[in-house]
């Protein structure tokens, strides 16, 4: 394999170094605007207005979602910034959706999200695809373990959820699997891409998916309190998960 120039090199560094400080940037608005957003929502002469703000931008946002997915899916030189548009643009739809239907009760949530969202990015620009997928499924988790928690019984949507979150980790543990086969690659039909280092191989996958699936059952048997105590647990294999991967950088 061809060494990479030294130029190219740094410029990559420089590449995920702006792409990092404009992932902090972007937090630190939204966590400066999320107060705002929630002290407007509880002056009532403003709600309505608001409302319909957000459902428009939820409208918009979905619509130009779809078509920077169809641009990136169509267009190769485009394809990169047209996924990271597609991704930006529907998280911006949801969450405005979710200000519409639920007002200012979905906000401390949004806090949760803007947060773990960023972090995510920094993930994705520093470590391995099956990393980016353990951690999400993990603050994915962490969410919904709370949720229940909060909720202090097993709802109907907190069902919902842990049924989407088992699809999810199915979903990780097969595209590891498959891996496995290609020395870390997944190939699909023509394309393929490297699922994980081979330094870390498939093992820590299952490991996590052994974790969730566990913490799963078990917030389901022992009740909300119980699920409580999991968003730490799943917070510390979390962290358990970045050290091991952090050592395994080159």
Sequence with gaps: MAKQNP?????????????????????????????????QYANADLFEAWRNAFLWITICGAVLAVAAAVIAAAVKSVRKIGVIAAC??????IASLALYL???????????FVIAGGALYLIYLLYPVDFVAIATLMTLAGGVFYL????????????????ILVLLIAADVYFA?????????????????R???????ALPTYAAAAVLIACI?????????FAGYCVYGVAAVLFIFACYYTFQLD
């Excluded at 090199?9 to 929630?38: C, F, G, N, Q, W």
């Design 177 to 193: 699997s498959r891996a496995v086969k290609h020395s870390g690659r997944v190939h699909m039909g023509k394309k393929s891409f």
């Design 88 to 93: 930006g643009l529907a998280v911006i739809a």
């Design 7 to 39: 130029k190219q090199m740094h410029k990559k560094e420089d590449t995920v170094v702006y792409r990092a400080i404009a992932d902090l940037a972007i937090v630190i608005v939204s966590l400066l605007i999320l107060p705002l957003i929630r002290s």
């Design 217 to 225: 059952a078990a917030a389901i048997l022992f009740g909300s309190v």
């Design 148 to 163: 229940h928690g909060a909720a202090g019984m097993l709802t109907r949507s907190s069902i919902v959820l842990y049924a």
């Design 195 to 201: 699922f994980y280092a081979r330094k870390g191989g």
């Design 102 to 112: 639920f007002a200012y009760p979905v906000i401390p949530y949004l806090y949760y």
